[in-house]
């Protein structure tokens, strides 16, 4: 089997480098020095059409002016035709590649967030440039070794008018809208579908927020009108998200902080009246404000098996102890701050206080929780979800010892008045 017919079958274990979907992107030594090129995939070379194809992208890449812009032109020709395209310098590397090689990648928050704020960046340009990416596959998204910049090459738009995209994409037709697959017509949407699909794959193993579930599920609707109209509309779509999404965690902390607290307080008032006992509504999760149902497998964003099991063993060892030491960076520093918040309230000053007085100073101490909770979340790299459930474990428990204190130093409301 020779160099041509490997890139023909796309066999990326035995010709090295990256499959993109027009050709093999591999570094190749010219005698001097290595260098960039991408071998265009000869079924497709053959095709005049596809030839032409390269040429006018070729021709329109160096007015691409986006930081996120690789630019080529073309390399080795037969008979005039273009057999391969010379790339810019640089080190690259896939994003599938970057996550297979460093899977704790995904457990920072940081790299997350500006991988995909990069992606809206890159994807907002080209289609403002009337260009369309079509397909962002983490095999067809490219990384910058070194700072984990994102990088796009070829784009499918160009290739649109060839008969069967699936010559194009083949592995990587998931990534791609329907329509663009069944021959229809390719806008920004269509670019919305892709990009919904690469963030659902970010978050494939490991647990997705909330606003991204959401996010994801409108992008990647099967009907065009139903998505985000452009990718603009879906950065402001998921600005919104995240917005709620603070608003509510914020809300949830502190009405847990209310419960211990005002419930505390109440119990240690002498009984004056005879008050008709009212059970409580079931406390209502974050998560069941902000969604329409509840399925265990997605709302809890459990974990992927079937991602996981791909990781080798090392690697996913790696995965899960970085998991585990974030969650408990994040438990000793929130219970040392709610201990020392929560001790302006459980004193005999304090709960001396009339009702009024108390109700008013404790608005402060729940918002005060709430705004630890989400800073040292994030310092941590802690999902909201995680980090919502373990700060409402460790006030309850703060709050019981804290009673039992009160209550074994003699300390009542009847007592101080």
Not at 162 to 185: F, L, N
Not at 298 to 324: C, H, N, T
Request: a negative charge; aromatic letters at 8%.
């Amino acid at each position: 089997m020779n160099y041509q017919e490997m890139l023909s079958l796309g066999n990326v274990q035995i010709a090295k480098g990256a499959l993109l979907p027009i050709g093999l992107f591999r570094k190749k030594h010219n005698g001097v020095k290595y260098e960039n090129v991408l071998d265009l995939r000869r079924h497709l070379s053959d095709s005049v059409l596809f030839q032409e194809d390269v040429k006018r992208e070729c021709e329109e890449n160096a007015g691409l002016t986006s930081p996120h812009q690789l630019h080529f032109a073309i390399g080795e020709t037969v008979d005039g035709e273009p057999k391969s395209l010379s790339v810019e310098k640089g080190r690259f590397t896939t994003f599938a590649q970057l996550l297979f090689d460093t899977p704790s990648l995904v457990g920072r928050k940081d790299f997350l967030d500006n991988a995909i704020k990069q992606l809206f960046d890159a994807a907002s340009y080209i289609n403002e440039k009337g260009v369309y990416h079509l397909c962002y596959s983490p095999d067809n998204v490219l990384a910058r070794v070194g700072d984990n910049k994102l990088m796009l090459l070829s784009h499918g738009s160009y290739y649109i008018n060839m008969k069967d995209q699936g010559d194009i994409y083949r592995d990587m037709s998931a990534y791609v809208a329907p329509e663009v697959m069944t021959g229809g017509t390719a806008d920004e949407r269509s670019d919305v579908y892709s990009i919904g699909k690469f963030i659902e794959w970010l978050y494939s193993t490991g647990e997705i927020p909330m606003e991204y579930k959401r996010l994801v599920r409108k992008a990647t609707k099967e009907n065009p009108e139903e998505r985000y109209n452009d990718v603009d509309a879906m950065r402001s779509a998921l600005k919104a998200l995240k917005a709620t999404r603070s608003s509510l965690t914020m809300f949830a902390i502190a009405l847990v902080a209310a419960l211990c607290i005002v419930g505390f307080y109440f119990g240690m008032v002498p009984e004056t009246n005879e008050i008709e006992y009212v059970k409580p509504a079931p406390r209502q999760s974050t998560d069941d404000l902000l969604d329409d149902g509840f399925d265990p497998a997605m709302e809890l964003g459990v974990i992927s098996g079937d991602s996981l099991d791909r990781m080798p063993p090392e690697k996913k060892k790696q995965y899960e102890e970085y998991a585990k030491k974030s969650e408990e960076i994040f438990r000793k520093q929130f219970e040392r701050e709610a201990d020392r918040i929560l001790s302006k309230v459980y004193n005999a000053e304090y709960m001396g206080a009339n009702e009024k007085n108390f109700m008013a100073s404790s608005k402060k101490i729940f918002t005060e929780l709430a705004e630890v909770q989400q800073k040292l979340a994030g310092e941590a790299n802690l999902t909201n979800e995680k980090s919502q459930l373990i700060a409402s474990q460790i006030i309850d428990k703060i709050t019981e010892e804290k009673k039992k204190n009160l209550k074994k130093n003699g300390i009542q409301k009847g007592e101080q008045e």
